[in-house]
């Protein structure tokens, strides 16, 4: 067994071993003791699972980086497809991006989550970070769709965590949504079986040049269906706008970060692998794609714009991001695939910073209205400070990393020759603005709207939000990931970065390398 | 070559504001730490600044026989997209020496300003101060346009925060109008860099080789660049933030915007016009005539900029508001001189000498102004011109040193206003004669005519604020400005003295800025120094003056000045009735776009409310089947009724061999079945209408919601789970099919 078959099993089986252990320790707390025993060995193992999970991918993007490949095999699920995992350079990409925004998420959570039903939220994240895992290194469709699935129906937990009404609503949208687009997924996973016969991940598609054109259509189609659910690809998005005001903060992070991304991965993986690319310009289905994420991209745009909850704001934002990565796909060529990965990764970290923001405004004051955060800066300013960065870079005010996938992405679509996709990129940076930019004017210099002239201060506000300031874990994943935020834009070019990273899998997949 | 520690010099310059940024933010940010303890006081903060500043002007001097010798300073730094470049150039050292003397100035006078300003706010100044500086300094020192634009878009963003500085009404107005235009300019001009980068270009001094079939793309790459640029320099149409946000600056920050911030726009024009889009003679006829029509949209304009600004100038009753609108004709003045410049093609070395000249003349002359006036304010405690009035007596310094900067912008031979005026008037005259016909005897005109306006706005002003009555107790009261105010306004009426006095002390600076682009250097000195000695200009300055005169006391006399500007021309309103018209489209699409979900939406649920009745159906009549069949036969209902559950059951029960136990779990079964379904359905109905309803619901409602109804949704989110489960089922049996298939 070589080092890579090692650190991908390791980063597959540490996140479960995990979960197994956080159900063996026992919740109730012991008389006279803040926080259960239990519970913190179980933070413990959570986070030592989460930091084991981030170094194994970080090492296998390293590795992937000098060239080295692996295919390993694990189970025969029929007798023609077996349960594969594989590493590769977008791979790699995705599932470092997911365990380090998961590991950043986890060391939130342990600051954040309290109350009941800890145990089976903590099971759900590390299933869930296993089945991220299992997503970015599938081998073949089929183990893409297990794993697909899994994250898919384990992140119901997640959404309902709560479990008020509107949460278990919002994940009753989520898991039919879901399902539907499983099913479609599902289906188009057995046509391809059935007119290729093959489902493994070939860069330049998988079916014979003699095809049929429109069940190749039909296939496309369902794929392109399935996974526009779960990458808020307009008019499926519906679900995006309940779950992620629902969800706690770290999950609603990871929900933006990794679960909606994932989706987008899943059109990377099919359109290039299962596809290819000449295929898909013969098919003439790639404007179609296009034309739904432009109109993603402006209308889920406007429509953040007129959010009060600030989550359902970065929540309509992340279906405008995701946009562009669709967007960027649809071009089919090499740099805006290029842009589209190394959005992926920038946006999950960016978005996941704001929603991290997002939970502690809400945390130190109670509510989520727009009103609610006004002046919250001076109580609150290394949240605040790093809401701003994340809102810059969002934008993509250079050097933060919004700026590097944004340059990218216009630099694709000129070389696409398709200027015009430009203008969308740009009103929907601009309509960014429009609707991050006033929360960061309340947080710093609206005043008097949370306290009425005359009404003396309630005591509890102010120490909430001394509270919250005051927890290590929340300022820690904050200024981590604001600083992975100026980080991965000062350095996107050096060796080792997402660029790098992206750039070796868009010349993969265009055949160059 | 140079040793790298010279080519590091710019770099170093751009640290320096950065640095004590740094050291500021964390002398308020760590209050326990000893050493930052000075920077923590008042006084301490204040002088920071102005070392600062001071230090860096002090450097950019240093530079200044390096960049003369070599011609450009480079480093790169490897960051962001590849490498970072920068590069400092004649030009760039230029704006780069005016930034640091007007800095320097201004940060005094803020010292003085800012005196009972609470602790928090002038530290925020401070460091806005530092960082603004800092991104200008990028923005000078840029090799290529992602640098630029990097240092572009921190100023414009940075320098919102001195407009709201004050956190006035008026100031969150202007503010927000400022970040619009200045965020509207900044994605033009990152558009603009991207299809250079497209187009192959990207170097700040490399022109942009024409290809004929994508002339197109490249005449919109100058637009975007043009427009960008264009909006920080207040260009005609895009200069609406600018009145707005200079009056409700503070005055030190009034002067860094007009006297330096303004130059970054022009700066960035005249990059774009000689860099990318610079045609070489070499170049190929259409890249030449693409030039030429450059130039000439450049230079007009430049010139119904400086028309329109010095009309609006004259029609202002505050000091300041009249002061920026006269910074936006000045502003016209510099665009007239580079389109001149352009559109002369090879002969364009006097454009651009007028046009540099005057980018630094008025950098001086109106920060000078700018802190005159905030001198005023602070002593009488209004800019209106009507409550000010005879201060020239209660503030004779402050009078002195305006009227030296007044002297400078009406263009006062000996003066340096006068020389540059007069280099850019040449610059079109020459234009005009070369006369292709495109009208430019009538420019020449306008400029005439501008500079008669311009005389006459500043005498307003003059008048308005030093001389006659004064209209106020707080004029009448007024005393002489603190000794800091006067002081930072020495440096800069010197400089505008010298600069008139011995106008080619810019020639070097000047000619090697020519010499890196191509063109020749020789005349500059002579261009430069001639005007004072040269009598047609010296008639038509005096003629200008008294025309100026006249037409401010006739325009006094007929109460012109009382007049308003009627509401229609006004671009605000236009601006204002599109966004308005904009936003009622929108309003209505999504109005329309709501209509047509909530119609979905209704769908769904009516699907869903089907769906509940027919399992309940569906339940009722199994549950009747069930009970109708004789007991022995159940397995054989079941086979014929619940097809899934059969193939799996009958086996089970054949190896029982009839056991009556067995059969009889089947009615249950099959009943806990139904029940869990038309309880799905149920469930589903209910939160999907639940859904609908809750993108309406406050918190509030939903707090209550969920203490009523926590019992009730934790019994069905079992069913939820029960659903999975059925779709994994399902999922399963399809699976199975498919290993069926791959197996045949």
Not at chain 2, 111 to 130: F, I, M, P, V
């Amino acid at each position: 067994m070589t080092a890579t078959a090692a650190l991908l099993l390791v980063a597959l089986l540490a996140p479960l071993a995990a979960a197994l252990a956080t159900l063996g320790w026992p919740e109730p707390t012991p008389p006279g003791r803040l926080v259960p025993s239990g519970l913190r060995w179980r933070r413990a193992a959570m986070l030592a699972a989460g930091a084991v999970t981030a170094v194994c991918t970080l090492a296998l993007a390293a590795l992937v980086q000098r060239g080295e490949t692996h295919t390993l095999s694990l189970l025969q699920l029929t007798p023609h497809t077996w349960l594969t995992l594989r590493v590769d350079a977008a791979g790699a990409l995705y599932a470092a991006t997911a365990a380090v925004l998961w590991l950043l998420a986890l060391v939130y959570a342990v600051g954040y989550l309290h109350g009941p039903r800890l145990g089976r939220v903590h099971a759900a994240l590390m299933v869930c970070l296993a089945a991220a895992i299992g997503v970015a290194y599938a081998g073949n469709l089929l183990t893409f769709f297990v794993f697909y699935e899994l994250l898919s129906v384990l992140t119901y937990v997640l959404v309902v965590h709560d479990e008020t009404p509107a949460a278990l609503a919002a994940g009753l949208k989520y898991i039919v949504y879901v399902l539907f687009g499983g099913s479609l997924v599902l289906a188009g996973v057995l046509l391809t079986f059935a007119l290729a016969g093959d489902l493994s991940f070939t860069v330049g598609g998988v079916f014979a040049a003699d095809a049929s054109a429109n069940a190749l259509r039909v296939a496309f189609a369902c794929f392109a269906l399935g996974f526009g659910v779960k990458a808020a690809l307009m008019p499926l998005h519906g679900w995006v706008a309940d779950a992620h005001p629902a969800a706690p903060a770290p999950c609603s992070a990871l929900l933006s970060g990794v679960l909606v991304a994932a989706g987008g991965f899943g059109l990377v993986r099919v359109c290039f692998e299962v596809f290819g690319v000449a295929t898909l310009h013969s098919l003439g289905v790639m404007p179609w794609l296009g034309a739904a994420a432009a109109v993603t991209i402006v209308v889920a745009a406007l429509l953040a714009l007129q959010q009060d909850d600030l989550k359902r704001r970065l929540a309509y934002s992340t279906v405008s991001q995701m946009g562009y990565l669709t967007l960027a796909l649809a071009l089919l060529g090499p740099i805006a695939t290029a842009g589209a990965l190394v959005h992926l990764v920038h946006h999950a970290f960016l978005k996941g910073t704001l929603f991290f923001c997002a939970g502690s405004f809400a945390h130190a004051t109670g509510r989520r209205g727009m009103g609610s955060l006004a002046g919250l800066a001076a109580r609150t300013p290394v949240t605040a400070a790093a809401f701003t960065l994340a809102t810059l870079g969002m934008i993509g005010v250079p050097p933060l990393s919004g700026f590097v996938s944004k340059w990218w992405l216009g630099v694709g679509m000129l070389e696409s020759s398709a200027p015009a996709t430009l203008a969308l990129l740009l009103i929907g940076a601009l309509l960014a603005a429009g609707y991050l930019l006033p929360v960061v004017f309340t947080l710093y210099f609206a005043k008097g709207v949370t306290r009425p002239p005359g009404v003396a201060p309630k005591p509890g506000v102010a120490t909430r939000s001394f509270e919250v300031e005051h927890r290590p874990p929340l300022l820690v994943a904050i200024t981590v990931a604001a600083a992975l935020t100026l980080v991965l834009g000062m350095a996107a070019s050096a060796a080792g970065f997402p660029l790098a990273l992206a750039r070796q899998a868009a010349a993969t997949f265009f055949g160059g390398g | 070559m140079l040793a790298p520690a010279t080519h590091a010099a710019p770099l170093l310059v751009v640290a320096g504001p950065l640095v004590a940024a740094a050291l500021l933010a964390l002398a308020a940010a760590a209050p326990r730490v000893r050493l930052l303890a000075p920077l923590r006081a008042a006084r301490g903060g204040h002088a920071l600044v102005v070392v600062t500043a001071l230090a860096v002007t002090l450097a950019l001097v240093a530079a200044v026989p390096a960049v003369l010798a070599h011609g450009v300073l480079e480093v790169a730094v490897p960051a962001l997209l590849g490498t970072l470049r920068f590069r400092l150039d004649a030009l760039g050292l230029t704006v780069a020496l005016l930034a640091g003397l007007v800095w320097s100035a201004s940060s005094l006078h803020a010292s003085a300003y800012l005196a009972d300003e609470q602790r928090g706010r002038t530290l925020r100044y401070h460091l806005t101060s530092l960082v603004t500086f800092a991104a200008l300094l990028t923005v000078v020192s840029a090799a290529d346009l992602i640098t630029l634009y990097l240092g572009f878009e921190w100023l414009g963003l940075a320098a919102y925060l001195f407009v709201v500085h004050t956190g006035s009404k008026a100031a969150e107005a202007a503010g927000l109008k400022y970040l619009v235009l200045t965020l509207a300019g900044g994605f033009a001009v990152l558009t603009g860099a991207l299809l250079v980068h497209s187009l192959g270009g990207g170097d700040l001094a490399a022109p942009l080789a024409l290809d004929p079939d994508r002339s197109t793309l490249r005449v919109v790459a100058a637009a975007c660049l043009l427009v960008g640029f264009g909006v920080k320099a207040g260009a005609l149409g895009l200069h609406t933030w600018l009145p707005d946000a200079h009056t409700a600056a503070p005055a030190p920050a009034s002067a860094l915007l007009s006297g330096v911030m303004l130059k970054a726009g022009a700066y960035g024009i005249a990059r774009t016009l000689t860099g990318p889009f610079r045609a070489d003679a070499d170049a190929g006829l259409a890249a030449l005539q693409q030039a030429e029509t450059l130039g000439l949209v450049v230079l007009w304009w430049g010139v119904a900029t400086m028309l329109v600004g010095v009309v609006m100038a004259l029609m202002q009753r505050h000091a300041k508001r009249l002061l920026a609108y006269s910074s936006v004709s000045q502003m016209g003045f510099v665009l007239t001189g580079m389109g001149a410049a352009i559109y002369l093609g090879e002969a364009g070395a006097i454009g651009w000498t007028g046009a540099i000249a005057h980018v630094v003349n008025h950098g001086l002359f109106k920060a000078l102004l700018f802190l005159g006036v905030g001198a005023v304010i602070t002593s009488a405690g209004s800019g209106e011109l009507a409550s000010l009035g005879g201060l020239a007596r209660r503030m004779p310094w402050t009078f002195a040193l305006v009227l030296v900067g007044v002297a400078g912008i009406v263009g006062v031979p000996l003066l340096n206003g006068f020389v540059s005026k007069s280099v850019i008037h040449h610059a079109i005259d020459y234009a005009a004669a070369e006369g292709r016909g495109h009208g430019l005897v009538i420019a020449e005109r306008l400029f005439v005519l501008t500079t008669v306006g311009t005389a006459a706005a500043l005498l307003k002003l003059t008048a308005g604020v030093f001389l006659g009555r004064p209209g106020s107790d707080g004029a009448r009261n007024a005393s002489e400005a603190p000794f800091a105010m006067r002081l930072a306004l020495l440096p800069l009426g010197v400089a505008v003295v010298a600069l008139g006095l011995r106008p080619h002390l810019l020639a070097p600076l000047v000619g090697s800025a020519l010499e890196g682009w191509g063109l020749p250097s020789g005349s500059v000195e002579r261009w430069l120094t001639s005007p004072v000695t040269d009598l047609p200009d010296l008639s038509a300055a005096t003629l200008a003056l008294a025309a100026g005169l006249a037409v401010h006391l006739l325009a006094r006399r007929f109460g012109v000045y009382e007049r308003t500007f009627p509401a229609w021309a006004s671009l605000d309103r236009a601006a204002l009735t599109l966004a308005r018209a904009v936003r009622d489209a929108l309003v209505g699409a999504q109005h329309v776009g709501g209509e047509v979900s909530t119609r979905a939406s209704h769908v769904g649920a009516d699907a869903t409310s089907a769906f509940q009745r027919t399992s309940a159906a569906v339940t009722r009549l199994l549950q009747r089947i069930v009970a109708a069949v004789p007991r022995r036969r159940v397995s054989d209902a079941a086979s014929g009724d619940a097809a899934s559950s059969a193939a799996a059951s009958s086996d089970a029960g054949d190896d029982a061999g009839g056991d009556v136990g067995v059969h009889a779990r089947w009615p249950a079964l099959v009943r806990s079945w139904g029940d869990a379904l038309s309880a799905l359905a149920d469930q589903l109905d209910r939160s999907w209408r639940l859904a609908l309803e809750s993108g309406r619901m406050t918190d509030d409602d939903r707090e209550r919601l969920a203490r009523l109804a926590r019992a009730r949704i934790q019994r069905h989110s079992r069913d939820v789970g029960l659903a999975m489960a059925l779709v994994v089922l399902v999922w399963l049996v399809m699976l199975g099919s498919l290993a069926a298939a791959s197996a045949v």
